[in-house]
């Protein structure tokens, strides 16, 4: 009798590899494995240093005295090459005291004669500048209102230099005494 | 008699015993499917300093080097983000995972190739990730000895923004290479067509080559399918009508024909949602072929109750599953009829007899029928066996 137990748990096992054997489909496969994207970086520094922004003081200016050059190194500390450059500048009025005749950051500005403009060794005054204001010269109201957008971008790990200087034109009258204002310039590297 | 002698001769009945009633397996080579990647795509892909608006391709032939022709199912695995540098200008999610795999797109373009339940492109996160996702994606048929070129496309959207900046994504594409179930036989008999040249069966050129004297320009065109008196299933090849050929000829194949099967998956369906239909094109043209499908349910009294149309390019063998999921029948017998055009004037209707079962009634038969063939099998040998040892003991008797 144990035999026969035997024998007929050895027919199931056969019965059931057989009929497993023959109902499974025949599979193969493969992988492709290991494969990576990594995103590059855009990292603008200016003067080496975290931050987009760079301020320019033009307080305590007499008749005829500049305020630069001052130069601003821009690194592109990413992976990734930028290939445009925005510069947008905006100021804030920043006066002494005492102030008798008060005038606005607008008409402060307007009487700061932009001397140096450059950007990657290149002159932006005449290509980009316009004389908004339209007195004669271009100062830095001019600048507030002009689009400085599509600059040449800058390379992965590569640096350009921003120089900028501005003077009080020397016909500034008295009613200026004290007047001054702050001006911030902002870049944004695109790629 | 040993023991072990009527354990042997039992088994190996039983073995031929059930074989005879499955799959035939073809006795000198044991079917094989067996799947070889190669082509730039199958080495890891390296990819960096990706920003928004790039690209690229990375083809992957694959290879069917067994004997046995098969679909391969895709998904992709093992998908890691990391947060790579985080430069000032990164905006967004800063923290670990990376975030490229939800803006990283990829599609993927070849022969054959087929999506269930999501469209391409699609993020990384959107494609199936194991074989049995919902969603799918496939190359359904690769014939034996057969080679399909995949190219991927990656693409990083111009609109992604800082959010990915620095990160890092890595994944493994799978594919599974599986044996397509051998087809019924006799596939389905194509009726009646009113148009001359259904193209059902048609012989391959090389069996009766089709030749034409040289003095033929070359650019002679000589009709792929002779209209045939009557609608048949075979059409005869156009060497009929052309002149008896001369000492030096040249052989031409006919450009576009098929030979078309259509099988359903179940002909017992509990829901009508289930209904799938595999139309099966095997195509000896020389050109890829554009093919309207129309498929139609008739319901008892021969009712048209849905109708559907679609359309695919067939350049070799093709298997095209035809499902759907929003259709809505109830409880009766229908006809599925598959209509195929082609070459602007090949037509073929196919029928197919099937029936939706009220809910709890359809009765898993086929189970049943397996569950008696087995049940058979053992009592046949396990029959042999006793008469075996009972000869045995009557011989130990005497």
Redesign the interface.
């Known amino acids: 009798m144990k035999k026969i137990v035997v024998l007929s748990l050895a027919l199931v096992m056969v019965i059931g590899m057989a009929g497993a054997a023959t109902f499974a489909y025949l599979t193969d496969s493969e992988t492709s494995s290991g494969n990576q994207l990594a995103a590059g970086t855009l990292d603008l520094k200016t003067n080496d240093a975290d931050g987009v922004s760079r301020t320019l003081y033009a307080v305590n200016m007499s008749p005829g005295a500049t305020v630069g050059p001052s130069t601003i190194t821009l690194r592109n500390a990413g992976t990734a090459d930028g290939a445009t450059l925005d510069i947008v500048f905006s100021y804030a009025e920043s006066d002494g005291s005492p102030n008798t005749a008060d005038k606005t950051a607008d008409e402060t500005a307007a009487m700061m004669e932009v001397i140096t403009l450059d950007y990657g060794g290149s002159s932006l005054l005449s290509s980009n500048i316009s004389d908004v204001n339209v007195n004669g010269y271009k100062d830095v109201e001019d600048l507030k209102n002009s689009s400085l957008t599509g600059l040449s971008g800058i390379a992965a790990l590569s640096t350009k230099d921003f120089v900028i200087s501005v003077r009080l034109r020397s016909e500034t009258g008295n009613d200026f005494q004290a007047d001054g204002i702050t001006m911030t310039m902002t870049f944004t590297l695109k790629q | 008699m040993k023991?072990v002698w009527?354990?042997s001769l039992?088994?190996a009945l039983?073995?031929a015993l059930?074989?005879s009633l499955?799959?035939p397996?073809a006795a000198e080579e044991p079917?094989?499917?067996?799947?070889?990647?190669g082509g730039t795509?199958?080495?890891?892909?390296?990819?960096?300093?990706?920003?928004?608006?790039d690209s690229g391709i990375s083809t992957?032939t694959l290879s069917n080097i067994?004997s046995?022709a098969?679909m391969v199912t895709i998904w992709i695995s093992?998908i890691s983000n990391t947060e790579?540098?985080n430069?000032?200008?990164?905006t967004g999610n800063t923290a670990e995972p990376?975030e490229?795999s939800a803006y990283?797109t990829l599609t993927a373009s070849g022969a054959n190739l087929s999506t269930v339940n999501f469209s391409l492109p699609a993020t990384i996160d959107d494609f199936p990730h194991n074989a049995s996702d919902t969603k799918h994606i496939y190359i359904n048929y690769l014939p034996a000895g057969g080679t399909i070129d995949l190219d991927w496309e990656?693409r990083?959207p111009p609109a992604t923004g800082?959010d990915?900046?620095?990160?890092?994504?890595?994944?493994?594409?799978?594919?599974?290479?599986?044996?397509?179930?051998p087809l019924p036989t006799p596939t389905p008999t194509p009726t009646a067509t009113p148009r001359p040249g259904g193209g059902g069966g048609y012989n391959p050129p090389e069996e009766t080559p089709i030749q034409i004297p040289t003095s033929t320009p070359a650019s002679t065109v000589i009709p792929a399918v002779t209209p045939a008196p009557t609608s048949t299933s075979t059409p005869s090849p156009a060497s009929t009508s052309t002149p008896a050929p001369t000492a030096t000829t040249t052989p031409i194949s006919p450009e576009q024909l098929f030979d078309i099967t259509v099988t359903l998956d179940d002909s017992v369906l509990e829901e009508s949602s289930d209904l799938t239909v595999r139309t099966r094109f095997e195509s000896f043209g020389t050109v890829p072929t554009w093919v309207d499908l129309t498929f139609i349910v008739l319901d008892e009294s021969g009712q048209e109750v849905y109708r559907t149309q679609d359309g695919i390019t067939v350049e070799t063998e093709f298997n095209y599953w035809k499902e759907f999921s929003g259709l809505k029948l109830v409880p009766g017998y229908y006809v599925m009829v598959v209509n195929t055009l082609y070459n602007d004037n090949v037509s073929d209707e196919f029928r197919q007899d099937f029936s939706v079962q009220a809910k709890g009634s359809a009765f898993p038969w086929y189970y049943v029928v397996a569950a008696l063939e087995?049940i058979g099998?053992?009592a046949l040998?396990?029959f042999i066996?006793?008469i075996m040892?009972r000869r045995r003991n009557r011989r130990s008797r005497t």
């Open positions: 023991p009527f354990l039992a088994a039983g073995l059930f074989s499955s799959v397996v079917p094989t499917v067996d799947l070889v990647l795509g199958a080495v890891p892909w390296a990819i960096g300093n990706v920003v928004p608006g992957v067994g046995q098969g093992n790579g540098a430069p000032e200008s990164e990376g490229l990283l990656w990083l800082n990915v900046q620095g990160d890092i994504l890595s994944f493994t594409i799978n594919y599974m290479l599986e044996e397509l179930p087995v099998a053992a040998v396990f066996i006793f040892m």
